[in-house]
């Protein structure tokens, strides 16, 4: 199930719960996080999080990403992604800053100072 929620800090987030798939095109203007599956495209002008049970096989465009659970495709992030220990990725990425932690998988190659524009195919 995809939901809006507003965190006490005012900020507006997106939301794929567990349990849930899409097969499509996600577009948002806010953060999104994927605990859900998602086979597809997704355009964020924000931050996405894939979360330790998200699961993502396609593509994701946006201004930050951070990877808790699996990825299989490219990944085009304007500022900063962040690999976190229990991450899966496999595919290439094109960012301007990368964190990997201790015990993340990573298996593709990586372009830095890249930066993609986020654009959605019309």
Known sequence: MAK???QNSGIIYNSL??????VGTITAEN??????????????????VIGQKGYLKGSIS?????I???????ISVQDTLSLRQSAK????VKIK???IEPGAIFNG??????????????
């Not at 719960?17 to 899409?22: E, F, L, M, N, V």
């Not at 808790?68 to 490219?74: K, Q, R």
């Not at 990725?89 to 290439?92: F, S």
């Open 4 to 6: 809006e929620v507003v």
């Open 17 to 22: 719960t567990h349990g849930s798939k899409i």
């Open 31 to 48: 953060d999104f996080r994927i605990d859900g599956e998602v086979e597809g495209e997704i355009f964020c002008n924000g931050k996405v």
């Open 62 to 66: 946006c201004n930050n990403a951070e």
């Open 68 to 74: 808790i659970g699996t990825v299989e495709g490219e």
């Open 89 to 92: 990725v496999k595919g290439n």
């Open 97 to 99: 800053v990368l964190i």
């Open 109 to 122: 190659q990586c372009c830095m100072n890249e930066t993609a524009p986020i654009q959605e195919n019309e």
